[in-house]
C-alpha cells in the first residue's frame, strides 16, 4: 500500500500526473462540477482534493489556501506524488490600468517577493512558466475566442500592505502585468523538482488605477463580473491540461 503524502492526505496513486492548484477550497468544487466521475480523494487543512476525468483524461484538482508559505507545501507533495505538469488558476489584482476587471492573464513569469523562495534558492534564481504550458493556455484562448493579457505577474507575500513603503508602483512602471501570491513560489518549485508549471488568472480589482492603497473596505472580489472570469479561466485551464 502506498504512503499517503503527509500533509494532503492522498496517495500517489490517486493522483493524476495533471493537476489544477486553485486557493479557494469552494474553487476545487467548482472545477469538479466541470469534470465526470470526480471523487473527492482527500481533505486536510486548506487542502482539499479531487480527481475525475476531462476530455476522456484523469485530471487531479487541489486547493493550496492562501499564500506562498501554504502553497508551497501543496506543490511539493503533489510534485512528490508524480504530478509533473501543474496549472495554477486564481485571481490577481491588475497592475497596468487598461486591464479591465474580470479580464484573463496569462503569466510569462514571477518577480520573487513571495517570502518563500528566497529560503529554497538564491533571489537571482528566475521563476518561470514552461512554455509548452503558455503556448497551450494562449492557443485555447484563441480557439474559444477568449481575449487575454499575458506577462510577468509580481507574487508578493501579503495582501494588504502595512507602514513599510510598497514596491507596486515601481513594478507597474516597469510593465509587470499583475499581483498575487502563490504564482513564483509554483513556478521555482516545479523547476526544482524538473516538472512543468504555468498560470493562468482573473483580475478582481486594478492597483493601477487606485488612488490609495488596497484596504479591506475597498476591496471586493466577490463580483458577477470577476465570477464570470473565474469560470471561464477553469475551463481553459481544465482545456489546456488535456492538451499537454
Given amino acids: 500500500m502506498q504512503k499517503r503524502l503527509p500533509v494532503l492526505q492522498v496517495s500517489p496513486g490517486e493522483l493524476s500526473s495533471h493537476a489544477l492548484v486553485v486557493g479557494d477550497p469552494r474553487r476545487v468544487e467548482a472545477v469538479a462540477r466541470l469534470m465526470e466521475n470526480a471523487r473527492q480523494i482527500g481533505s486536510n487543512r486548506a487542502y482539499v482534493t479531487y480527481t475525475g476525468l476531462y476530455g476522456g483524461q484523469r485530471i487531479t484538482v487541489r486547493s493550496h489556501g492562501v499564500g506562498a508559505a501554504s502553497a508551497s507545501v501543496c506543490f511539493t507533495e503533489l510534485f512528490q506524488g508524480g504530478v509533473n505538469v501543474m496549472i495554477r488558476a486564481g485571481t490577481c489584482g491588475a497592475l497596468q490600468s487598461e486591464i479591465e476587471d474580470g479580464s484573463l492573464v496569462i503569466g510569462l513569469a514571477a518577480v520573487r517577493e513571495d517570502g518563500t523562495t528566497d529560503q529554497l534558492v538564491p533571489q537571482a534564481y528566475p521563476a518561470f512558466a514552461d ?110 491540461l488535456i492538451r499537454i
Fill in 131 to 240: 512554455p509548452g504550458i503558455v503556448t497551450a493556455l494562449q492557443g485555447v484562448a484563441m480557439i474559444q475566442h477568449v481575449p487575454y493579457h499575458q506577462g510577468v505577474i509580481l507574487t508578493q507575500a501579503h495582501l494588504y500592505p502595512g507602514p513599510l513603503p510598497s514596491t507596486i508602483d515601481l513594478w507597474t512602471r516597469v510593465n509587470v502585468v499583475a499581483v498575487e501570491m502563490e504564482y513564483a513560489a509554483l513556478l521555482v518549485l516545479a523547476s526544482l523538482h524538473s516538472t512543468r508549471a504555468g498560470g493562468i488568472f482573473v483580475t478582481d480589482g486594478n492597483l493601477a488605477r487606485q488612488q490609495a492603497a488596497l484596504s479591506p473596505d475597498q476591496y471586493d472580489p466577490h463580483r458577477e463580473i470577476v465570477d464570470a472570469g473565474i469560470q471561464t479561466m477553469l475551463r481553459l485551464a481544465l482545456e489546456a
